[in-house]
């Protein structure tokens, strides 16, 4: 799999139709779906790879909050060296906010509640944190606590700011400086950028990154952890994170199950062959906006969206 994209195979070798690509396509078309980029590889073997005029699989695009797939993947990274633990309570990395006057319950939430947004806030706190003069962990502690910490899911893009945060802390090295290490580099990823507050990347968002790269993180996933014979993350955090993990939903996310941020709402989606689909549901809504009987799609990812960086099809 060195420099997956250096040689294109034609798709029949690794059992795919060039003719169902080729229906694919044109039923996106028909249905005036906006498709931006596509790659399709199978068996480590890249086979096709659409752009759509203007713009070229090799440009970065900012990805919006697919970037909390790459935070979260920091996060494996850092237990896998032994910096953190998911276990950990968050304020025990942020004795400065100890003293404030905050819910008791937001003093119980662990880094696995970050992870999979059940922090237990009623609402996202990236509002209050983005408008706010104060630091952005304290006014994440003291917003209101409404439910337990790790019963109920709700989109908190401010409790993934403080998985970035917190891997500054433990590594010394911004979010983007810690993965060009231990991530971007075994990936072969050499050009991305993302934005920051203060110091800190922002973790949940900024994230600007070429689809081409999007397709090698999930191959690092499909391949459980290695990459290129390199184990990046431990294949126990690949299995947790791509299972879902708080069953009770809110807002607009009602009853929909959560993962360690392999995110259902991404412009740039990630998709996985079918022992990585999450649920019935998404696979239904694939097959229903794509209804070519020749392919099978599992996905991780929102359809509305406009661009697919990594698929397997078969028939």
């Excluded at 044109?26 to 752009?51: F, G, P, Q």
């Excluded at 909050?65 to 276990?87: N, Q």
Aim: net charge negative; with cysteine.
């Amino acid at each position: 799999m060195t420099q997956l994209f250096n040689k294109f195979y034609i798709p029949e070798d690794v059992g795919i139709s060039s003719v169902a690509i080729a229906q694919f396509l044109k039923e996106c078309d028909e249905i005036n779906y906006k498709l931006r980029t596509l790659h399709i590889v199978r068996h480590d073997k890249a086979i096709a790879e659409v752009s759509k005029y203007p713009f070229c699989a090799l440009d970065k695009r900012l990805v919006y909050s697919v970037s909390k797939t790459f935070t979260s993947t920091a996060i494996g990274i850092a237990v896998k060296e032994g910096l953190l633990r998911v276990d950990d309570f968050v304020l025990d990395y942020f004795p400065e906010c100890r003293d404030l006057d905050m819910d008791d319950a937001a003093r119980t939430i662990k880094i696995c509640h970050l992870l999979t947004m059940s922090t237990g806030h009623g609402v996202d706190t990236v509002g209050d944190m983005c408008n706010g003069i104060r630091p952005w962990p304290e006014i994440f502690f003291t917003r209101k606590i409404v439910y337990e910490p790790g019963t109920h899911f709700v989109y908190n893009s401010g409790g993934t700011y403080m998985l970035s945060e917190l891997i500054s802390r433990v590594t010394g090295m911004c979010l983007k400086d810690w993965l060009q290490k231990h991530l971007f580099a075994p990936l072969e990823i050499t050009d991305v950028s993302w934005d920051k507050h203060g110091d800190v990347n922002t973790g949940a968002w900024g994230l600007l990154i070429a689809p081409r790269d999007l397709t090698k993180l999930g191959l690092l996933y499909l391949h459980k952890g290695v990459y290129n014979g390199i184990r990046i993350l431990t294949e126990e955090w690949v299995t947790e994170a791509s299972y879902p993990q708080t069953p009770y939903g809110c807002c607009q996310f009602q009853s929909e199950e959560y993962v360690f941020h392999l995110m259902y709402d991404c412009v740039n989606q990630i998709l996985f062959p079918e022992a990585y689909a999450l649920d019935k549901k998404h696979s239904a809504n694939i097959q229903r906006e794509f209804p070519t009987g020749s392919l099978r799609f599992s996905c991780i990812g929102n359809t509305m969206h406009h661009e697919v960086s990594a698929a397997q099809l078969c028939y």
